[in-house]
């Protein structure tokens, strides 16, 4: 079974700077898709950026981009230009490409990220 | 576009009653998904329905949790007799069907359902 681990239960940043939130997953798929998501005191779940396995090249959103790294199983999110609107939780998630059956979310435990004006 | 509707956003109950939460997704999309999200931890899948259908509930307990995704109307995930440890935020989100333009394998949220059992 797939697993998606957040080692950072907590960061800070100061406003302006950039930070980098981790995230690990472990699969034996070589197609899938990950997500970073954002939920902030609303709680709403926002979507922040995708990326698709089979693509070399990193997701890119303005300020948000990801590192991912297929062969280490690591896809890390980075804020530049941080600002007070970005504190928020984090989550990491994995989706299998199928459809069906195996087409739920699979989530970190998230990322809780302070921006200090 | 009217986002993921979800009712009531704050539901108390007390131990042995009923909850019912609704879900209406997006305009178009007939995927719908319960998660359910306990203090300090992500959100747990739950049930995958598509409409008249329950395609995969292998995150649901099988005892007292009931979905549906009726022809006509919201999803309702339906909680018989509460006890505490129920007490979570329950988060449903929709996608659309394959052949629809837009990106896909997006899953849209939103903004849940808490529930606090007494």
Known sequence: AQTVTQSQP????????????????????????????????????????RQEA???????????????????????????????????????????????SQGNLIFGKGTKLSVKP | NAGVMQNPRHLVRRRGQEARLRCSPMKGHSHVYWYRQLPEEGLKFMVYLQKENIIDESGMPKERFSAEFPKEGPSILRIQQVVRGDSAAYFCASSPPVGLPGPK????????????VL
């Open chain 1, 10 to 49: 907590e960061m800070s940043v100061q406003e302006a700077e950039t930070v980098t939130l981790s995230c690990t997953y472990d699969t034996s798929e070589s197609d899938y898709y990950l997500f970073w998501y954002k939920q902030p005191p609303s709680r709403q779940m926002i979507l922040v950026i």
């Open chain 1, 54 to 100: 089979y693509k070399q090249q990193n997701a890119t959103e303005n300020r948000f981009s990801v590192n991912f790294q297929k062969a280490a199983k690591s896809f890390s999110l980075k804020i530049s230009d941080s600002q007070l609107g970005d504190a928020a939780m984090y989550f990491c998630a994995y989706r299998s490409p199928y459809g069906g």
């Open chain 2, 105 to 116: 394998n997006i899953q849209y949220f939103g903004a849940g359902t808490r529930l606090s």
